[in-house]
């Protein structure tokens, strides 16, 4: 039998880092070199400022999603949190990879730079699934008469996430500015009320 | 019918962006070059200090009423959510604007920098208001029996803010300067203890 | 009347922001120039890990003392929390003068970096009272049956603080390295066991 | 008779130290220069990725045994707060120190780079060892009928980290390579699951 804990003292934490994550993306935006006019500097910087939002509303997207799976989680055991933790270390990668991203949009490496950024984002929303998947294996760390259906319903759902950002790193080996459109799709997909339906506990 | 959560969560989420947001702007002040003497070459910042100080008090102003307001809403869901995730976005950024204001006081580009600067807050105050709004026209979000007048004072009080942001905007084209005048119309009138007592929940 | 609220979220706030100021204090660390061979720099900078650990300390020390201050503060107001969050901005500048200070010992500006450094310690710690003077100037905000002796011997506890940090800040004008010692005196007077026993609560 | 206060809010700045700590480490990557190409120099920046991570994985996991160990102390006094707060001093030197190790692999000064990374360490787990060798000498701060075998058990387990970052500083000495050995073990250790088992409170 496995240490089981409760998880709220690993909620507190993962929310930590996701909050910390998400305010240190706005540090890495670059000041603006003001030989140009500082107007025109600022247009010139836009692909931070694009990355900045995109960064900044995935790791809350993630944030509120992580925080809807443990409603489902009753309790924690060693490799769920090692799981975890591996998707944390990603989470606070997003802020170098953002940064990565947006000094090479339009530049030779431009490619080079969109593959590591949708890469670590597969690899977190992979861990992401990974903490799922082992809590619904071992289930004693759910939460006691967990619907079946929503257990299947939510496993697709949190398995999109992977897939659309897989697509757009594979689409970026063909066209970096298209890998956009899984992207927008997942947004769209996580934004749209009726999904908030499903979710209904 | 939407996906109704409670708000312990969300307002655990928004406290630590608004710590952090607060916290990291004094890592924006630039180190003095001593050249001149220490004590000159920090009087010549001072725009970097009062610009620190005003967007640290702002950081905690709004946390306060952001606290305040969560007084009176009971539950969130995906709508409301995104909502105060694009206000903390806003909130981000006031480390960005706030250097961005501080290197250029007294410089060709004054003007265009503190439009940036305000414009930013207008967004900021305006997403927070938007939650208000929301929250208000579904009143299944509000807690049960908050009083109507309360309601239309708070809606009141929260519009100012916004509103005397974007008069801070509109002066900055005239004269940027005198900006600062409604910025600190809005510091007095959150900090009159008569507000307190039309706030008594 | 005033606008009373519980402090619990005024404490979560204020602890955050303690916590952030001390983690943020290492990253303030300069990387050492090799030039001279790792060890002669890293040994060289000992002004800046000196100051490091006086000012991680510090933090430390202040917010257990906040925390216990707020263990016989019931609820808060405007005007608490306004003189609460200018003793928390004092308490964010610390990375910024203990990196000031650390950059100049032994050079011309030692004397205005120790002095800037050991004034925002006296404000800090000025506001710091400030809170307890006027929690308990307002009784109402006090928990009910705090014992009058104890309150009367907090008192003078706190005002330790800044009282040392003034000495400190005139001491300077004579001798920069002797100000150290009203600093240490604070420190041995908060670590002695005998002080636990009096704030029994 | 010592001043005794509950352990929550100990357990909370903890919390918040080890979270900033562990998400600060990223922002201490260094930005790719990309004149050999983006891939080339990203690959030429290992020993920072293995650093980050390591570093990350390890404080993650000094989170998780921190919180194990205060399921057992059921308060605190003045002097395991102070050996509380040393240990969080180390964790956060944690990214000055990470950075120091990854930008002299393979360069003259490594050894004494992984020297300093391995002796922060040490004091690091020492200090967290004194928090408990502390709390089991002063009986009452446990938990009432925590298992005496059970409080033997913890001691080796935890004293085995120090022990172990001891051996790695000594091996760097003879080899830096060889160095990460005890690292390995450590991490293998305190990942098995047996760990878990004996550890169910």
Same mark, same amino acid.
Request: aromatic letters at 14%; one cysteine or more; a neutral charge.
């Given at each position: ?13 993962? /929310?930590?880092? *996701?909050? =910390?994550?998400?305010? #240190? ?10 030989? %140009? &006019? +500082? ?37 924690? /055991?060693?490799? *769920?949190? =090692?799981?975890?933790? #591996? ?10 990879? %953002? &940064? +990565? ?40 760390? *759910? ?59």
């Amino acid at each position: 039998m496995h240490n089981h804990r409760p998880t709220d003292r690993l909620e507190y934490f993962s /929310d930590a880092v *996701l909050a =910390i994550a998400a305010t #240190l993306l706005a540090t890495e935006l670059p000041k603006p070199e003001t030989e %140009t &006019g +500082l107007l025109q500097a600022i247009v010139n910087q836009w692909p931070h400022y694009a990355a900045f939002a995109a960064s900044f509303l995935f790791i809350c997207v993630a944030w509120s999603n992580h925080h809807n799976m443990f409603n489902y989680i009753r309790q924690t /055991d060693q490799y *769920l949190l =090692i799981l975890n933790i #591996l998707f944390l270390m990603f989470v606070t990668l997003q802020s170098f990879t %953002t &940064g +990565l991203l947006a000094r090479h949009v339009g530049k030779p490496d431009e490619r080079m730079a969109a593959l590591i950024y949708h890469g670590t984002l597969v690899l977190m929303t992979l861990f992401y699934n990974c903490v799922w998947w082992y809590a619904i294996k071992k289930k004693e760390l *759910l939460e006691d008469g967990t619907d079946k259906k929503l257990i299947r319903l939510l496993t697709k759902e949190y398995a999109m996430a992977p897939a659309l950002h897989l697509a757009a790193l594979l689409i970026c080996l063909w066209s970096v500015p298209f890998s956009i459109i899984p992207v927008l799709l997942l947004y769209v997909y996580f934004a749209l009320p009726w999904m908030g339906e499903k979710r209904v506990k």
